[in-house]
């Protein structure tokens, strides 16, 4: 919007350079330029403020699709002035001289011629194709139809315009037809999700299995090595009870062996004293063989004479007495005459 200033008769206006200003002054355009700024009389000039700069116009089309479907377009087309001269004398930009303000709505009015040739191209194109059509390809062709349609057609270049690009943001069916649409989509990701969940619960059932298994083949093999381990302890401890047997066993011969030796020896050594005393016994008796009955006697006497410790009684009688005397004097006799024969000699 142009800025005017007001200083008694006379007004200035400034213009910003997205603007081009035409000044009428008595019916004719005295100067016309873009961002332009200048002094005028308000009783003697009209002036026209067009925008030059990229306008964006959003629009939004209705359409029925060949199977009898509401579709609704939206999109946005871009254009520009490019010869402000010729669209100031098919739309009214008149400003105000006060304000700056346009008298009537330009913007609007173009719009909507605009948009009616967009619409137009558009629902030409809606009418013969199909919903399933639009809604699959219909954002191409569509922006196609259009741009095509604005550019050959003189209305455009008749106002001095021209088209930037067109872009088509959506195309939508009625609310229960996209639901319906959707329904068949919808039920076929719904089966997809079901069967991942499905896989993934057969592929968790399956690692379970795989867990199961393992263990299962894990307590096989923990009960076959305890089982090694009892079989090896069991014939370790065979080993050490024969081990310790055998070592008893070796330890009883020994002790055999020795008790045997000293048996033997002890044996020996008894038959050896029994044999001595025997011998002793024997030469005794044969030596006691040879002595006189008398002197048996008396050495039995005195055998028994130093075994007893006291005599309390003692009987001679004259049967055993005489004899033993008997005996005793021939015995002096016999040893003196030994004796007496032995010095004579």
Request: charged share 30%.
């Amino acid at each position: 919007m142009a800025e005017i200033s007001n200083y008694l008769f006379v007004r200035h206006l400034r213009a910003e350079p997205s603007s081009h200003v035409i000044h009428y002054k008595n019916g004719r355009p005295h100067r016309s330029g873009r961002g332009a700024a200048f002094w005028f009389l308000p009783l003697e000039a009209a002036i026209v403020e067009i925008p030059v700069d990229d306008r964006e116009l959003s629009f939004l089309f209705h359409g029925r699709s060949a199977d009898f479907q509401d579709v609704t377009a939206q999109g946005v087309l871009t254009f520009r002035v490019i010869e402000p001269s010729v669209l100031a004398e098919r739309i009214d930009f008149g400003i105000h001289l006060g304000s700056g303000r346009h008298l009537r709505e330009p913007l609007a009015q173009l719009s909507g011629l605009l948009t009616q040739l967009a619409q137009q191209f558009a629902l030409d194109y809606i009418a013969v194709t199909g919903v399933r059509e639009l809604l699959a390809h219909g954002h191409e062709r569509i922006r196609q139809r259009i741009h095509a349609g604005l550019l050959g057609d003189d209305t455009l270049a008749g106002l001095g315009l021209e088209l930037v690009s067109v872009r088509i943001a959506a195309i939508r069916p009625s609310a229960d037809l996209e639901k319906a649409l959707e329904s068949p989509t919808r039920e076929r990701i719904q089966q997809e999700a079901d069967e991942a969940g499905f896989a993934r619960r057969a592929l968790a059932v399956e690692k379970e299995r795989a867990i199961a298994e393992n263990e299962l083949q894990n307590r096989i093999e923990l009960a076959r090595r305890e089982q090694q381990l009892i079989t090896e302890r069991g014939a370790n401890d065979r080993k050490r009870a024969s081990e310790k047997a055998e070592a008893e066993r070796i330890g009883a011969e020994g002790r055999s062996r020795c008790a045997k030796i000293d048996a033997e020896a002890e044996a020996e050594a008894l038959r050896l004293v029994e044999q001595a005393r025997l011998e002793a016994e024997r030469e005794r008796m044969n030596i006691n063989r040879e002595l006189p009955p008398a002197v048996i006697f008396g050495l039995a006497a005195q055998e028994l004479a130093g075994k007893l410790q006291r005599i309390d009684h003692l009987n001679l009688s004259p049967d055993s007495f005489g004899p033993l005397l008997g005996n005793l004097m021939r015995a002096g006799t016999d040893k003196l005459e030994r004796e007496l024969g032995q010095g004579e000699g």
